[in-house]
Every structure is written in C-alpha cells, then in structure tokens.
C-alpha cells in the first residue's frame, strides 16, 4: 500500500513538471537584438513585459539570431536591419496582413502566380519611439517581423504597431 502510494505520488509530481516545461507563457515572447546601453535596455524590457509575457534582449550578432530562430523562440524580432539581411527570407516569417502601414515595407513577397505583394517584416526608423508608456530613442534603423511558428501573431502584430509609429 504504502509503496503504491508512493509511486502515484511519484507519477503526479513527474506529470505536474512537465506539464510546467512544456507550457508556454501567456503573452508573447518578445526578442530584440540591440547594442544600446544598458539602462536604456532595461527599461525597454520592462515596457515590452508589461503587455508581452516575456522579452529578452542579446547583442546584435547573427549567430545569435540563428540560434533563436532554430531553437524555435520568440513571438516576435526586432532586430538591426543590417543584422535582418543576414536572415532575410519571407518563406520563414508570417505575413504582416493585420497591420495597417503609413509607409510601404521595403520586406515584400510578389506571389508569382497573382501578383500580390505580401508584407513580411518592418521597417522601424530611428529616432523616437514610445513603448506601453515608455520613451526611447532608436540610433539606427531596425527590422521587426513574426517567424512562421509564431502562434501569437495578433499581439506581436500590436507590439509591432506601437513600435512603427511616426512620433
């Protein structure tokens, strides 16, 4: 009796652990490839967290970048755009359809067969920028676009939103 207690205890635990591992977190996880100081870092963190569920940020290096693809993280990339051509192919990222643009995309697809253009990542200017309330000045152009396994592309579509704007 006692070692059958203890076994199911045992299977409970395990089952309960990896469900935990496995789940992913509620809003999306943003990744930003940056060489801006540190503090300026933080705060841009912490306004992405407060409607994302998780933001990370590492130095622009496109090993890096590979990497994050690969291992199949993130919701959404910001990244410099110099860094994005390293990676740039519209077969690994979502159409950017939900997102009303005031400017036209220089990241576009023609569809061979319609001669549709499709919109597969964004052009984020330098200059002044404003995120969930907080203000911060971009020194170079950026990239932002959703790789193809996101599964929460409304709120990356959102946070990408905030970050076009002209201010």
């Keep these: 009796m006692k070692r059958s207690l203890c076994a199911a205890v045992c299977v409970i635990v395990s089952l309960l652990f990896l469900a935990s591992c496995s789940s992913r977190p ?3 996880h943003v990744i930003l490839f940056s060489d801006m100081q540190a503090g300026v870092q933080d705060n841009i963190k912490e306004a992405a967290e407060k409607k994302a569920g998780r ?3 590492f130095p622009a290096l496109p090993e890096k970048l590979l990497t994050e693809i690969t291992a199949r993280e993130g919701d959404v990339f910001i990244v410099p755009e110099d860094l994005f051509a390293a990676y740039d192919d519209p077969e ?4 950017l359809d939900g997102l009303s643009l ?3 995309s ?3 697809a023609v569809n061979q067969k319609t001669g549709e253009k499709t919109v597969y990542a964004v052009l984020i200017e330098k200059g002044e920028k ?3 309330g907080y203000s911060f000045r971009l020194n170079r152009n ?3 676009f959703i790789p193809v396994y996101s599964e929460k592309t409304e709120e990356a579509l ?3 939103s905030q970050l076009t704007e002209v201010r």
């Design 92 to 95: 690994n990222f979502q159409p």
């Design 130 to 132: 404003q995120l969930n």
């Design 158 to 160: 959102q946070l990408i």
């Design 102 to 104: 005031k400017h036209s």
């Design 142 to 144: 950026m990239a932002a």
């Design 55 to 57: 933001a990370e940020i």
């Design 106 to 108: 220089p990241y576009t």
């Design 26 to 28: 509620d809003g999306i």
